[in-house]
């Protein structure tokens, strides 16, 4: 009897303490992917949700027939020393369990390469976007406006319902650009420009990181996106060019060493860095969003 009492009291523990943790992340456990904040993001979580439905059914229906053939086919004294007559094949069971797996692919398939194929145009077709250029560096991220011509360094505005289309590039190590709550991730390396399409639905704060491991501080490669009503997102620009300090090529040269820094704003970056962005296709849709400024 002592014990089984022991034995009880081990499992009451693990179970108490079991849902202890899944109280305390309950209220925030519809969080980053799980919480889309914008049609790239939404599309991504549709995805996964249907992913997650069809593997449950199939695990569900798994489960379910091992544990009918486990108790119909155990063994049982009536049974003892039977013998199941040969078979040479049914070639309607072979049909079916080979044609389940192919629509299983087909069903996971059609959808991922359908969405994949969508994220890689812009999310509102009807609405001019604006463009920005997202650089990683050891260790913070650089964030550069080519039309209005101001930079940042960990934190970027957008205006809340426009698409933004980030250029993604890096000045050293590889890393990755996440902003789960509004999409997925995307790699930026050295002279190899990478494209992301992200909306927001409505003003707001979302966290965004660096997803790739680079060494000492990749943890506090963290920025935020701050979407704002687009009017409230030409005062700032406004407010930045008339106020903040502009960036010398020395300054810019300095924030690519390795090392951490906090929240930075410029009201221009060196002549240099615009002729590098232009080279490489930064300008793109540069006619649409002197109009998309000046309109918003």
């Not at 969080?31 to 199939?58: E, R, T």
């Not at 704060?205 to 000492?216: D, E, H, I």
Request: net charge negative; glycine share 6%.
């Amino acid at each position: 009897m002592e014990p089984f009492l022991k034995g009880r009291w081990k499992w009451l523990t693990v179970v108490g303490m079991l849902m202890f943790f899944l109280t305390g992340c309950s209220s925030n456990i519809k969080a980053g992917v799980l919480n889309p904040q914008g049609p790239v993001a939404q599309k991504q979580y549709d995805l996964i949700m249907w992913s997650i439905i069809l593997m449950s059914v199939i695990l569900v229906v798994v489960f379910t027939l091992f544990v009918v053939i486990l108790i119909k086919y155990r063994a049982r004294p009536e049974n003892e020393g039977y013998e199941p007559p040969d078979q040479e094949g049914n070639r309607l069971l072979e049909v079916v369990w080979t044609m389940i797996p192919v629509i299983i692919v087909i069903a996971l398939a059609v959808p991922t390469v359908t969405t994949t194929f969508d994220l890689e145009k812009s999310p509102s077709p009807d609405k001019e976007p604006i463009t920005i250029e997202a650089e990683s560096a050891q260790w913070k991220w650089i964030f550069k406006y080519p039309v209005q011509g101001i930079e940042t360094v960990n934190y970027v505005k957008i205006p809340a319902n426009v698409p933004v289309r980030f250029q993604l590039e890096s000045h050293d190590a590889m890393n990755s650009f996440w902003v789960p709550e509004l999409g997925g991730q995307e790699y930026t390396m050295a002279k190899m420009p990478m494209y992301l399409w992200l909306e927001a639905d409505k003003p707001g704060t979302y966290l965004g990181r660096g997803a790739n491991f680079t060494g000492r501080d990749f943890a506090k490669m963290e920025f935020t996106v701050e979407a704002e009503k687009p009017s409230d997102f030409d005062d700032w620009v406004k407010q930045v060019k008339e106020t903040a300090p502009a960036q010398s090529k020395e300054e810019f040269e300095k924030l690519l060493e390795p090392g951490t820094v906090g929240r930075m704003t410029f009201s221009s970056y060196p002549e240099d860095e615009k002729k590098d962005s232009s080279d490489h296709g930064h300008g793109h849709g540069s006619s649409k969003e002197h109009h998309e400024s000046n309109s918003h």
